[in-house]
């Protein structure tokens, strides 16, 4: 099997790379089977910028996956247009309905809208988007899978409250059934790629378990959303999965949070490694 490289393009912090920044969002770029795969886009920060301290040909890419249809994950999608070249867009197809955050209790009144500020017909137009919607699990290319939906069985990860959909004129909490991840077929061992993890990281490896026959992964890379714990004991939970999946390699990003990498770093060590902007791994 031929070597495959994981590259952070976007992320919360900027790694020691120089000319490399920092923007709250995400992006990955999945080097495999002569092809090229981003995983999302960040916020529209840092895209261009980073992909060129890090040699990274934008005009190449043909095929993007899109974890969720929030603004960090998909703005740079505007470094993306225009394009001549039909670029392949793989994702749930409910990652155009309008999000929102409401930030506080206080602030009933005060919805942010969070969601992409592009329309399916724009990115069709302008960026020669071809569309691939999957609700259910993938192969979008060689050793390279989207997850679909995630089933939510876990007792310990449950839902971001702060995340609502319009409808209507209301807003309901976002089921948030788009959110998706990769499971990537390498060398070393099957890894797991997120962007937020919105399922809950734990759900999602049983998913992939459950999809593949997978026992063991060997790296889980990307968003946790182990920054908005649900409970006291969900991040212990959690790092039990990850030794229960026997992993390698944990490296994270994005959502996580200050508090559960630290606690990750302390109880993983050498298996651990903070997923910053310009990081990379060959497997």
């Known amino acids: 099997m031929e070597k495959t490289k994981i590259t952070i393009v976007c992320e919360n912090r900027a790694s020691e790379k120089m000319g490399i920044m920092g923007e709250h969002g995400f992006c990955a770029l999945i080097e495999k089977n002569k092809e090229q795969i981003l995983l999302d886009t960040g916020q529209g920060l840092c895209l261009k910028a980073n992909a060129h301290v890090l040699d990274i040909d934008l005009a190449g890419i043909r095929k993007i996956v899109l974890s969720h249809g929030h603004f960090d994950h998909t703005g740079g999608l505007a470094d993306l247009m225009p394009r001549n070249e039909k670029t392949e867009v793989w994702a749930h197809p409910d990652i155009f309905s309008p999000k929102y955050v409401r930030r506080g209790v206080e602030d009933k009144d005060k919805e942010s809208f969070i969601g992409i500020r592009f329309s399916q017909e724009q990115l069709e137009a302008d960026m020669n988007a071809q569309f691939h919607f999957k609700k259910e699990f993938s192969a979008i290319s060689d050793d390279i899978f989207f997850s679909g939906e995630i089933p939510r069985k876990t007792n310990f990860e449950g839902s971001d409250t702060r995340l609502l959909v319009k409808q209507g004129q209301s807003f309901i909490p976002d089921p948030l059934l788009d959110d998706a991840s990769l499971l990537i077929e390498t060398a070393s061992g099957p890894v797991i790629l997120a962007g937020c993890a919105h399922s809950g990281i734990v759900n999602v490896m ?23 714990l649900n409970s006291d004991q969900q991040l212990e939970k959690t790092m039990d999965a990850f030794e229960h999946y026997n992993l390698k390699l944990i490296a994270v990003s994005h959502c996580t949070g200050n508090e559960a990498a630290a606690a990750c770093h302390n109880r993983f060590k050498n298996r651990f490694a903070f997923a910053n902007a310009g990081w990379s791994m060959e497997f």
Request: glycine share 18%; aromatic share 18%.
């Open 206 to 228: 049983n998913h992939f378990s459950q999809k593949t026959g997978y026992t063991s992964f060997h790296a889980v890379i990307g968003g946790t959303h182990l920054g908005f």
